[in-house]
């Protein structure tokens, strides 16, 4: 199934050329662009079809028709907590304990799967494109794009603010820049300060510190696999219930980290929308008085 996009051109790109628009308004991708060209009317306007050199006018309404994507991930019925859905993007308040794509190990228990059989069964075939991929005992929001021009145009116009509990009293905010690479003799975990990984940036703020926990809130300069936990636990501060990176299960049974804010400009409107979630239960009970 085809995707329909519409546009209208405002004032600042009024007489230009259609390819001018597509590219520095839209932000069209080359590749989408050639890939629209191979579309019978894949740009148009009122029904006839635009070529690059063909001007545009304000308030003209330019309508891209996406060649369909396949779908190859098995749907599957699961509960989802939709946080916000409109034609174009999808938002999920993701749980602990679900991975996001399938891989060897987990072919139908992730979100992939259970948005795939909800889209489906709005019938609404899309590609699955999430646009961040949060580790599977990583809770919170998780921006999904319904195309691949909207999950082009989101991976430039996005983002992420996480919350997590470390380990310890950690008293001043500051920025850890160390790089990252894997730990050797492991295919999974991660070590930092190498000097022969990959550059990383986190910059985090203490907000409230209680039962020897601080809640620690974490911008991304670079997004790295297990950036957050990685970091923290080289800082001497791992992050509560991460046994991987020296964390300890004693007040939570999964790394306390949670994707609690996303900002994005809106791949169609260009309007700027902000979605919070709230802490899930498990990690404000490790902060709460009631632990006192």
Do not use: W
């Not at 299960?249 to 900002?263: E, G, M, N, T, V």
């Amino acid at each position: 199934m085809s995707t329909v996009l519409h546009f209208t051109v405002p004032k600042d790109f009024d007489g230009k050329e259609t390819k001018y628009f597509l590219r520095s308004y839209c932000h069209i991708s080359a590749g989408l662009l050639t890939a629209l060209k191979k579309v019978p009317l894949g740009i148009s306007k009122n029904g006839i079809l635009l070529r690059s050199v063909d001007k545009v006018y304000q308030n003209d309404t330019v309508t891209l028709t996406l060649p369909p994507e396949e779908n190859t991930i098995i749907p599957v019925a699961m509960p989802l907590n939709i946080f916000y859905e409109d034609n174009y993007i999808l938002v999920i308040d993701k749980p602990f304990h679900m991975p996001v794509h399938p891989t060897h190990d987990h072919i139908t228990d992730t979100l992939a799967n259970g948005v795939t059989y909800y889209l489906r069964n709005k019938q609404e075939h899309f590609a699955f494109h999430a646009l961040n991929r949060l580790d599977r005992d990583t809770t919170g929001l998780v921006l999904i794009a319904k195309d691949r021009y909207s999950a082009f145009y989101l991976a430039k116009n996005f983002q992420k603010r996480y919350m997590a509990i470390c380990e310890g009293i950690l008293t001043d905010s500051g920025t850890v820049n160390a790089d990252i690479s894997i730990l050797d003799g492991h295919t999974i975990e991660r070590t930092a300060g190498t000097g022969n990984g990959i550059p990383s940036v986190t910059h985090y703020k203490p907000l409230l510190s209680r039962n020897n926990h601080t809640l620690v809130e974490f911008s991304l300069e670079t997004g790295r696999t297990h950036q957050i936990r990685v970091h923290m636990a080289y800082l001497g501060f791992p992050l509560a219930g991460d046994d991987m990176y020296g964390g300890h299960l004693d007040f939570i049974k999964r790394q306390a980290l949670h994707c609690q804010q996303i900002s994005f400009i809106h791949p169609i409107s260009h309007k700027p929308v902000t979605l919070s979630s709230p802490l899930p239960d498990d990690m404000l009970s490790v902060i709460s008085d009631k632990s006192l």
